[in-house]
């Protein structure tokens, strides 16, 4: 879906219409038609996690000039924004960060890509959605997991398809997420992927 919530961290926000995302093991990616994003830690300040979102973005093989970034208030975090204009091999793109102190240790910030003259404008209301969730909100959200199953005496693709933690196209997803085919046989002691509570 468009929201991202991770429990343990307590953070939660949403993409704008028609942008996907997904987990990544220390960013999340984001992508539409009008940009792409991405959201990570920094260090422990605004103006370095600023910095070091730009030079992340490129690997330290040139500078980037940076202008001084604005200060502002986000859902009660201090938040730094800027944007620089950098030229690519496919034209001008701006290049913008917004980086939120999170706590006194934490900085987590969105860098954005956008065509020349567009800026935050397809993110903001990405931008604004970043929040803390509440104990509560965390407790109530569960997580999906891949388990790893062995396949006993009497299982079928269908009887272990129906276990996956999905609403719909269960049958669809476990032959995808197992590369088999919808007339499959299994064997019995043959290990396949579960998406499960």
């Known amino acids: 879906g468009p929201t991202f919530t991770h429990p343990d961290l ?16 220390d960013a999340v990616p984001v992508s539409g038609s009008a940009g792409k994003a991405q959201f990570r830690q920094g260090p422990p300040n605004l103006v370095q996690a600023i910095a070091f979102a730009y030079q992340q973005l490129t690997q330290g093989q040139f500078q980037i000039p940076v202008p001084p970034p604005q200060r502002t208030v986000i859902n009660g975090m201090n938040a730094a924004i800027t944007t620089a204009r950098v030229d690519t091999q496919s034209g001008p793109v701006d290049v913008s960060v917004v980086a939120y102190q999170w706590d006194p240790q934490r900085v987590y ?25 509440s104990p509560a909100e965390a407790a109530a959200i ?21 276990r996956m933690a999905y609403r719909d ?24 992927k579960l998406v499960v509570y």
């Open 10 to 25: 307590r953070i939660q926000f949403t993409v704008p219409q028609g942008y996907l995302l997904s987990n990544g093991t």
């Open 142 to 162: 569960r997580p999906r997991i891949i388990h790893v199953e062995t396949v006993r005496p009497g299982e079928t693709v269908q009887s272990l398809a129906s």
């Open 169 to 192: 196209f269960k049958l669809e997803r476990f032959l995808s997420l197992n590369g088999l085919a919808a007339n499959g046989v299994l064997a019995v002691g043959q290990k396949v």
């Open 109 to 133: 910030y969105f860098v954005m890509l956008t065509p020349n003259g567009y800026q935050i404008t397809p993110f903001i209301s990405m931008i604004n959605s970043l929040r803390r969730i």
